[in-house]
T-cell receptor, first 109, second 114 residues
Framework: ELKVEQNPLFLSMQEGKNYTIYCNYS?????LYWYRQDPGKSLESLFV?????AVKQEGRLMASLDTKARLSTLHITAAVHDLSATYFC?????????FGKGTRLHILP | DAGITQSPRHKVTETGTPVTLRCHQT?????MYWYRQDPGHGLRLIHY???????DKGEVSDGYSVSRSKTEDFLLTLESATSSQTSVYFC?????????????FGPGTRLTVL
């Protein structure tokens, strides 16, 4: 059974700092997704990672995938308040897309 | 928003009543998903569909059924609603292939079972 674990579940950080969110999963996967959700809103797709060693960047966010370790990271560089949100990773295996519990990110000015 | 709508957007019902939520898409995507979101649990997959009349169970399917008689509509039914099914329900479609493969989510339905 596919399990997806994120940590930390809650992160409060200062603007300008760097930090990393981790996503571990229990079985081989077809692809890995990262999403952002603002309070009271739906989910917004950030990245899709397919192959081992894949790295994608958008602004201050960078996602990477290590399929051998079954680990993906979402790195935040020089955080700004606008990045405050909940971030989810999700793993696609055999058409089922299973989510982690999310990391609630609070960036303090 | 990839042309995904959900109806109703809000619903309050009583324990024991049947409830049907509708997800509608306009772009003929093959895959459609139903999730529920609860504090502390993230999103949990209820059921998904990989084509008309082709559906399968997810992580938390007990108490829910689905139907897909047309490509554009994926219905989620609570046969006899319980308070534990109070949640926000999201529908999603999957579009594209390879690294262009993405899930797009509907706006959500907030369901309260009293």
């Amino acid at each position: 059974e596919l399990k997806v674990e994120q940590n930390p579940l809650f992160l409060s950080m200062q603007e300008g700092k760097n930090y990393t969110i981790y996503c571990n999963y229990s079985t081989t996967s077809d692809r890995l997704y990262w999403y952002r959700q603002d309070p009271g809103k739906s989910l917004e797709s950030l990245f899709v990672l397919l192959s081992n060693g894949a790295v994608k960047q958008e602004g201050r966010l960078m996602a990477s995938l290590d399929t051998k370790a079954r680990l993906s990271t979402l790195h935040i560089t020089a955080a700004v308040h606008d990045l405050s949100a909940t971030y989810f990773c999700a793993v696609d295996r055999d058409d089922k897309i299973i989510f982690g519990k999310g990391t609630r990110l609070h960036i303090l000015p | 928003d990839a042309g995904i709508t959900q109806s109703p957007r809000h619903k309050v019902t009583e324990t024991g009543t049947p409830v049907t939520l509708r997800c509608h898409q306009t772009e003929n995507h093959r895959y459609m998903y139903w999730y529920r979101q609860d504090p502390g649990h993230g999103l949990r997959l209820i059921h998904y569909s990989y084509g008309v009349k082709d559906t399968d169970k997810g992580e938390v399917s007990d108490g829910y059924s689905v139907s897909r008689s047309k490509t554009e509509d994926f219905l989620l039914t609570l046969e006899s609603a319980t308070s534990s099914q109070t949640s926000v329900y999201f529908c999603a479609i999957r579009a594209g292939t390879g690294e262009d493969n993405e899930q797009f989510f509907g706006p959500g339905t907030r369901l309260t079972v009293l």
